[in-house]
């Protein structure tokens, strides 16, 4: 190997590591001074929510809220996929993509996907 190449190699493999690690963290910077809530909750789904991707045993919802952003973070297909808060009649709403994640309270959390494909559905409820 020639000597340009052994100085580059190292400097390539500490790149991929470093963005490895990154891609599992997330820092956001908002204006306003914001103060987010930091919620974990404790969710099982039925068996409609493993055939959309959510996992088979209990799993972990993160909620994050401030006086004007709301985020769930949930586990779908092996990826923590982040929704955002969207507008509803009752309860917390929040959408990704094509997916729902809809926690009515007292009434339990609905997971649900609008498209590609035929609608379906998932009731989930929190485990204390």
């Known amino acids: ?6 100085s580059v190699v190292p400097g390539v493999a500490v790149l991929a590591l470093s963005l490895s690690a990154a891609a599992s963290d997330l820092t956001l910077h908002l204006d306003g001074g914001q103060k987010f809530t930091r919620i974990a909750a404790k969710v099982q789904c039925d068996a409609n929510g493993v055939k959309m991707g ?3 045993q209990t ?4 909620y994050l809220n ?3 952003n709301h985020l769930a973070i949930v ?4 990826n923590s996929k982040i929704f955002v808060t969207v507008p509803s009649a009752d309860g917390a709403k929040y959408a990704a993509e094509q997916l729902t ?6 009434r339990g959390t609905t ?9 379906m559905s998932s009731s989930c409820h929190q485990v204390r």
């Open 1 to 6: 190997m020639n000597r340009r190449c052994r």
């Open 54 to 56: 959510l996992p088979a």
């Open 59 to 62: 799993f972990t919802v993160e």
């Open 66 to 68: 401030s006086a004007v």
């Open 75 to 78: 586990p779908v297909k092996g």
């Open 101 to 106: 994640w809809w926690d009515a309270g007292g």
């Open 111 to 119: 997971f649900s996907s609008d498209f590609p494909g035929p609608k």
